[in-house]
């Protein structure tokens, strides 16, 4: 089963306590939600941890749910979630995928109207609702029914909360509405706050907080947001929009006196806040978004700034990507929080598609070689690496591939012979066959600074195998870097499997690096790997995979999963100057 549909039977089972006794399987019910959380927002396979014996490293997951996940692993199903399951129509589970039905909402519409079939539920519920047969139950009313038929519309045409974003997509959206915020005089400070501020691959919710000491001007700036689609609700000092492209984003509003702890305790993670609560507790202190009380003297003190925030309990201040509580917490107790990589520290790009007719196995980019190093001389760059795929092995002969890269090769030489301010390594993207060999002969090769090497094809291989093909492809000589290394595709499929603990033990023993790659729906290595490798001394590589010279913005973005994962700029190759990564090239 795949993370998603571990947490939708997690959340189904949470549902069914509601259903039978909300009071009696309270503790069992925020269990499960939290636990569906974490996993939903996980960036590797659980049943990757699972299969490693780590599923208790996965926040939210103790030891009872421990022992059930491995029954659904090793069984293919769970005694205790079919009991729990037993007697609740399963009509109502589709419902709870549409934002503002809850269990109880949704339980009461299948029952009242005898509703069985899960396919046809959401249709079934449209209907009634537009017959005007909802509004007289008790409960519901006229308004209730339009909010109904409402949200329908818009979970049909994923608005709202309904599907999560990838990370760059997130990011984009909240920019544009922070831009706008930050233009009102009203405005002292805007943020955004959650999955988003702590980098998470995937965001679900696109939360700003804003320091103010006029909310009403605020808030009444923000609901003539040019792009507002309709106001979802609006109060003193918080309020909702759905802007258009169907995103929700919610405001909430501080003096900025208090923003500190507004912006610590709506970053989280649930997880991480819990942890610092219970750590505070220990020295008589009371978390909350208004500030900090003293349990004892009854004082309670507010905070402009994190930084404060954190000072007033005994910590230094943790970055939000490092918010997971995977150990930042007794960590920043002791000052040994690792000083993480920032954007500024990358020197080079080394993972470019050109637009130079290679006839490749695969898309070829869309600007020349002069226009992507412009943008790279924006970047403050001192070098690239044009890493085209490699010429149609199907369609080349080796001697016809020898020439195409030649030929790439010498138009590079000219570019370099003109160009003063940016180095460029002449590498490729080349594919790991099935079989292990690389699609490109040794001759071909040897005409490269070096190649970064990615699976492209037959991802269904068994783990042993993919491991194996991954580890003989990485062995040439000229392979330095491991693209995208998990292979997934983030909101469309799950990566391959490979046996991390080989994989890792060969890139330390051959000085082999593994990229983070930056492209949108991939962000890969995942930052749990990426803090596995840190820990290993292994080294990474953040490179945008561009095809594109915009694409090359995108850095970023691999930047923040490196933080996610811990990493530090000693971590990442293309932190070196250009001289020092030439030699490690060389080794």
Request: aromatic residues 8%; glycine residues 6%.
């Amino acid at each position: 089963m795949s993370n998603k549909e571990i947490a939708k039977l997690l959340r189904n089972v949470a549902a069914a306590y509601t259903i039978k006794d909300e009071k009696k399987f309270y503790f069992q019910i925020v269990a499960y939600q939290k636990a569906a959380e974490a996993i939903e927002g996980l960036t590797s396979e659980l049943k990757d941890y699972y299969a490693e014996d780590k599923l208790d490293e996965v926040p939210g997951i103790g030891v009872t749910l421990k022992s059930r996940l491995e029954e659904l692993f090793k069984k293919g199903k769970v005694a205790h979630y079919e009991w729990a399951l037993s007697g609740i129509p399963q009509a109502m589970f589709p419902l709870l995928d549409i934002p503002s039905f809850g269990p109880k909402k949704a339980y009461k519409l299948v029952k009242e109207f005898n509703l069985k079939n899960p396919d046809t539920v959401i249709d079934d519920i449209e209907k009634i609702a537009k017959e005007g047969r909802i509004a007289s139950l008790s409960g519901f009313g006229e308004k209730s029914q339009s909010d109904i038929l409402r949200a329908i519309a818009e979970f049909r045409k994923g608005s709202g909360k309904t599907t999560r974003m990838t990370l760059p997509f997130a990011s984009e959206v909240a920019e544009k509405m922070l831009d706008y915020l930050r233009k009102s005089p009203d405005v002292i400070r805007a943020e955004p706050l959650g999955s988003l501020r702590r980098s998470s691959p995937t965001v679900g919710d696109i939360d700003i907080a804003v320091a103010s000491k006029n909310p009403k001007a605020v808030l009444n700036y923000f609901i003539k947001y040019p792009y507002l689609d309709r106001i979802i609700e609006k109060g003193s000092v918080s309020s909702s929009i759905l802007a258009s492209g169907g995103k929700q984003i919610d405001l909430l509003i501080q003096p900025p006196e208090g923003f500190g702890a507004l912006l610590q305790h709506f970053t989280g993670s649930k997880n991480h806040n819990v942890h610092l609560r219970e750590f505070a507790l220990k020295k008589s202190l009371s978390l909350s978004e208004y500030g900090i009380k003293n349990t004892k003297t009854g004082k309670s003190t507010q905070y402009s700034s994190e930084e404060e925030f954190y000072k007033a309990i005994g910590l230094e201040w943790i970055p939000p990507e490092m918010r997971e509580d995977t150990g930042e917490i007794e960590s920043a107790a002791e000052g040994n929080l690792p000083k993480i990589i920032e954007l500024s520290d990358i020197k080079g790009d080394l993972h470019l598609h050109s637009s130079f007719p290679i006839e490749p196995s695969h898309d070829l980019g869309v600007n020349n070689f002069k226009e992507m190093l412009a943008v790279a001389k924006d970047l403050n760059y001192e070098y690239v690496g044009f890493a085209e795929h490699n010429p149609s092995v199907s369609k080349h002969t080796p001697e016809k591939i020898y020439g195409l890269v030649s030929r790439r090769n010498e138009a590079i030489e000219h570019i370099l012979s003109d160009n003063k301010s940016i180095r460029i390594f002449k590498l490729l993207e080349t594919d790991i066959l099935p079989n292990g060999q690389l699609a490109i002969d040794n001759k071909t090769l040897e005409t490269l600074d070096g190649t970064i090497v990615s699976i492209h094809s037959v991802f269904n291989m068994r783990k042993d195998e993919m491991t194996k093909r991954v580890i003989e492809g990485l062995s040439h000589k000229k392979a330095k870097i491991l693209a995208h290394p998990t292979g997934r595709m983030l909101n469309e499929r799950p990566g391959y499997e490979l046996d991390w603990e080989k994989i890792f033990e060969f890139c330390i023993k051959n000085n082999k690096a593994l990229e983070i790659n930056s492209w949108p729906t991939r962000l890969d290595l995942p930052d749990s790997l990426i803090r596995e490798a840190v820990n290993r001394k292994i080294k990474m590589v953040i490179d945008t995979d561009s095809h594109a010279k915009d694409q090359m913005y995108l850095q970023k973005y691999g930047v923040e999963m490196a933080r996610r994962g811990w990493a530090t700029k000693s971590d990442i190759v293309n932190t070196l100057s250009y001289n020092e990564f030439r030699e490690w090239l060389k080794i």
